[in-house]
């Protein structure tokens, strides 16, 4: 991809009603960035961090918008379902990563474009896929060479995707494409 077409964020939850938590994060962040596209939902195995229970993730698109109000958009949600910062991959109320903004790149310690560990997160890159085949993240590449890669490590091992919605409209992607379940060829139920 070239330019901003788009923003990436990805949500997490794992605490209290966490679809209700995610589908306030996805109407809010609508309504202060534009969501173009919600991904399916997926349960997911926490990653490093104290033992926790599972998350709820997803990937949302985005009208690009410069870093910093992108970010800002990111913390209003997450203030909004009272996330409370303790420890570090601990469990959370709600937790929405910048993850790419298309070939924009931010070295800022407070906002690193794309991030930092997308490339490595299952729960990040399949999800992302569904919503946008041709993804690529500067400097790792095409998303989907990524998700075989994690999938060939074993490392999807822990996705499972529901039949959580986090919009009122079904099927809410970009210019009205259908997700897929690239997860389905990674070896996941």
Not at 154 to 159: I, K, Y
């Amino acid at each position: 991809m070239t330019g901003p077409g788009h923003a990436v964020l990805g949500l997490g939850s794992n605490l209290g009603d966490r679809t209700a938590t995610l589908r306030a994060a996805v109407a809010l962040l609508d309504r202060r960035l534009g969501v173009l596209a919600v991904s399916p939902v997926y349960e997911t195995v926490p990653v490093g961090g104290p033992p926790q229970d599972d998350y709820l993730n997803a990937v949302l698109l985005t009208r690009p918008a410069p870093v910093h109000e992108l970010l800002a958009a990111a913390r209003e949600a997450e203030q909004a379902a009272d996330r409370v910062r303790t420890i570090r991959w601990g469990p959370r109320t709600l937790d929405v990563d910048v993850i790419a903004c298309g070939d924009v790149t931010s070295d800022d310690p407070e906002i690193l474009v794309p991030h930092p560990r997308a490339h490595l997160r299952a729960f990040v890159c399949v999800p992302w896929l569904d919503v946008d085949p041709d993804a690529t993240i500067p400097g790792h590449g095409r998303v989907a060479e990524l998700v075989a890669g994690l999938a060939a490590a074993g490392e999807t091992a822990g996705l499972r995707r529901t039949a959580a919605t986090l919009t009122d409209t079904p099927g809410h992607t970009v210019a009205g494409r259908g997700g897929s379940d690239p997860g389905a060829d990674a070896g996941r139920g």
